[in-house]
């Protein structure tokens, strides 16, 4: 397929994931008239053609749990994205800048498979690789009691526990709670994020993503 074409492609499933103008043309080279041309031939398919800057911060993550999981699973997956990207020839120029952006949206699609109600948009997405990139303020580092990979403010101190053993742990403690007052413990679950497993098995060390 040709540059052009490849392109066109990625234009086009970047604007059903409703990525704002100024990420398309970063990421695949498209002009503002290439963008506007594909959005009119999309018309019906793309409900919303966004305007202006995509997010930048991450502090989005820290205000809601569940989205941060998802966004743990998303990096995991990308790692192994760029591990591939890595081992592939080298390509410069805009062929390069498209092979990682096919990669990203074959990641996202991929993601959306392991979390199709998550409201982690494609957008988020990307700016929590690209923080995670040039260290803004965010750091992945893996849960120190179940291995897997856990997204943390770079402020915050270290050796947090992820999303899923935090729930346990508090589970576990409201057991003991009801154990004492008499009543029948809930089970307890402390085997690490169900998702990531299911991902990769055990722990998810990577190197940085390429982006
Ligand atoms: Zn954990």
């Known amino acids: 397929m ?10 086009r499933e970047l604007l059903r994931h409703e990525v704002r103008t100024g990420l398309i ?11 506007r041309g594909l959005y009119r031939s999309e018309a019906g398919e793309v409900p919303v053609r966004h305007r202006g800057k995509s997010p930048v911060q991450v502090t989005f993550l820290w205000k809601n749990e569940p989205l941060r999981e998802d966004a743990a699973v998303f990096v995991c997956l990308w790692r192994r994205e760029s591990e591939v990207l890595r081992l592939e020839p080298a390509e410069q120029g805009l062929a390069g800048r498209l092979r990682v952006a096919e990669g990203f949206c ?8 392991f979390c199709p109600q998550s409201p982690l948009t494609l957008e988020r997405a990307y700016s929590v690789v690209r923080a995670l990139k040039n260290q803004q303020g965010i750091r992945a580092e893996p849960c120190e009691r179940c291995g897997a990979l856990w997204l943390v403010d770079a402020l915050a101190v270290k050796g947090e526990h992820c999303g899923h053993c935090k729930s346990a742990e508090r589970q576990a403690l409201e057991g003991e709670s009801a154990r004492t007052r008499g009543r029948k413990a809930r089970p307890r679950h402390l085997d690490g994020s169900p998702q990531q497993q299911s991902l990769f098995g055990a722990g998810a060390e ?6």
Do not use: A, C, K, N
């Open 2 to 11: 040709d540059l052009e074409h490849r392109q066109q492609q990625v234009g």
């Open 25 to 35: 043309r970063q990421l695949t080279g498209l002009t503002d008239h290439g963008i």
């Open 106 to 113: 074959d990641t996202y699609g991929l993601f959306r498979q």
């Open 206 to 211: 990577g190197e940085s993503p390429r982006l």
